[in-house]
């Protein structure tokens, strides 16, 4: 839906990027077929991973091989079934898959409009560790903890919290209120997608607006802050760099 006077809440900065919906262009990306894809987050843009979304079209496909990268693949909505590390895998909305590195993989058998969230980074060995194993799971058996203490606002970790993976993916949830509770700023990056809900992002000097469907970039030691608004929780699934050297980066 085009905006009147070229008005958009986009916002694309060295710092950080908030990229909203009505902004995505699909593109075409090799071993994808019959899917749109749309990369929201990606090195062109000053980020050191890659954050994408592919829709399935009838008998969509995408096959390929991790290579040097990892990925962490998200269902957002519909289902479909696959294949990776010699593992059958099948995912319906709220299921996960890891893939490791140098992993052959396939998706398929998805219902039309099935929605998949990915994250893609060079994976970085830590030495005398074993290799990374495909991992699949499901959010709704991951308990969320309290945050810093705070009943309101909630984190379900993804990946297991092992030195082995340089990698986390997390959903946060907040309560209609809820706060982050304070302006954090630290060496890790980060990738977002709004699950539901709404709020306000502080993001460096920024304060935004934001909504489901929406996606933030924050660069390493960008300033940022959330407060959940409305009469709704809101929740987001995001993406940060862990357990490495600053100085391997
Ligand atoms: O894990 C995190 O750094 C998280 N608390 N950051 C965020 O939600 N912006
Ligand atoms: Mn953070």
């Not at 075409?28 to 894809?37: D, E, I, M, S, T």
């Not at 499901?138 to 984190?155: D, I, S, Y």
């Not at 306000?200 to 390493?220: C, E, F, N, Q, S």
Request: overall charge positive; proline content about 8%.
């Amino acid at each position: 839906m085009s905006e009147l006077f070229g008005f958009t809440r986009t916002v694309v900065t060295s710092r950080y990027a908030l990229l909203t919906p009505d902004g995505f262009v699909p593109s075409n990306l090799p071993g994808w077929k019959q899917c749109k894809v749309v990369v929201n987050i990606s090195p062109a843009m000053g980020a050191k991973f890659v954050q994408w979304q592919v829709t399935f079209d009838k008998d969509g496909v995408g096959e390929g091989n991790t290579g040097s990268s990892e990925y962490f693949v998200y269902v957002l909505a519909g289902n479909c079934a696959g294949k990776t590390g010699g593992k059958k895998i099948s995912l319906d909305a709220g299921g996960f898959v890891f893939i490791p590195p140098k992993t052959a993989f396939i998706f398929g058998n998805a219902a039309e409009g099935t929605r998949l969230l990915i994250f893609q980074k060079v994976f970085e060995p830590l030495a005398g560790a074993k290799n990374l194993p495909v991992i699949t799971g499901h959010e709704k058996t991951v308990p969320g903890q309290p945050f810093l203490g705070n009943e309101n606002a909630r984190l379900q970790v993804l990946l297991p919290d092992r030195p082995e993976f340089d990698m986390a993916v997390n959903i946060f949830t907040y309560q209609p209120g809820a706060t982050l509770p304070f302006v954090e700023s630290h060496v890790m990056e980060h990738g977002l997608l709004m699950l539901q809900g709404q709020g306000i992002y502080r993001l460096d000097t920024g304060w935004h607006p934001v909504k489901t469907g929406d996606v933030i970039w924050m660069a390493p030691f960008c300033p940022q802050w959330f407060v959940a608004m409305g009469k709704t929780p809101a929740s987001y699934i995001y993406y940060k760099d862990v357990n490495r050297s600053p100085l391997a980066k």
